[in-house]
């Protein structure tokens, strides 16, 4: 049994569970990985995580978290531009369910309802019988996202909550997408409708770090955010008809099985 088996499986470990899952231990970390005695860990993590730093631009890492958020290469990643083309909004693991009277019920994961994900019963509802795109990305990602089509974003929202690890391990013992800490856009997109784009943070990111706040104007593939340190979640809502999911990609899913992806790259198509 390894630890998170540990923290999410026994009494004793969700006990101890408790603390780690706050947002102080999550905000000292963070501040902890922000100093520059942290850049020592970097070198260690690159190598356990088979991070290839060539990629990526490295002239101004002042800390751990300055490289756990560093930036990818011009060409590293570049976005399928064509209308028809739905596209990944970030690097992970991709799962892709549809949406059936306001649950989401994945076979690795405790179900969850959009009603709790969005605190928003009417948005909700919009999205009965669409998808529901969730990309986990592990340490080793790239944690920099994008806007996965371009269009009018209304103002963001920010729910507070707790910070569970999105492994697996907890996502079958917790309903972590609803209990975490998190934020979401509302986008009018050019070629989906409107859509929800939303960022969850987890064990130990103490930030999730948006570029706009504000309404505005958005184009596919432009900067979203970052997370800063752990792994994290992006979700994607798209409503009835809207977007088609290749069948081996739902057919994974449903096994509990993930498909890795890279920012930018076709996922799926618009729909009807």
């Known amino acids: 049994m390894n630890t998170l ?7 004793a470990g969700r006990i ?6 706050s947002k102080p231990v999550s905000a000292l970390s963070g501040r902890l ?3 520059k005695a ?4 970097i070198g260690p993590f690159a190598k356990s995580a088979g991070i290839n730093r060539d990629d990526y631009i490295l ?19 570049s976005f399928d531009m064509s209308e028809d083309a739905l596209t990944s909004p970030c690097d992970g693991m991709l799962s892709a369910y549809k949406i059936n009277d306001g649950l989401v019920v994945g076979v690795k994961q405790s179900r969850f309802d959009m009603a709790h994900l969005l605190r928003d019963r009417m948005l909700a509802k919009s999205f009965d019988g669409g998808l529901c ?8 990602n790239y944690h920099r996202y994008a806007w996965f089509d371009g269009g009018k974003k209304h103002k963001d929202r ?18 972590v997408f609803i209990e975490n800490a998190r934020e979401y856009s509302v986008i009018d997109t050019d070629n989906f409708g409107r859509c929800v784009q939303m960022e969850v943070g987890a064990m130990l990111v103490g930030r999730i770090v948006n570029e ?7 184009q596919r593939g432009q900067e979203k955010g970052h997370f800063e340190y752990g792994g994290s979640t992006v979700i994607v809502l798209i409503g009835r008809d809207r977007a088609k999911i290749p069948a081996d990609v739902l057919a994974r899913s449903a096994a509990g099985v993930e498909t890795a992806v890279k920012m930018g790259e076709i996922i799926g198509y618009k729909g009807k």
């Open 158 to 175: 920010r729910i507070k909550g707790f910070y569970h690890t999105v492994r697996p391990v907890a996502l079958s013992q917790t309903p």
């Open 212 to 218: 706009e706040l504000a309404p505005a104007r958005v």
């Open 133 to 140: 795109l969730v990309f986990r990305l592990g340490v080793e």
């Open 16 to 21: 101890l569970l408790r603390p780690l899952i």
């Open 5 to 11: 088996e540990f923290l999410y499986g026994t009494a």
């Open 33 to 35: 990985l922000d100093t």
């Open 59 to 77: 002239d101004d890492i002042n800390s751990f978290n300055d490289f756990f958020c560093r930036r990818i290469k011009e060409g590293r990643r």
């Open 38 to 41: 942290s850049k020592a860990l």
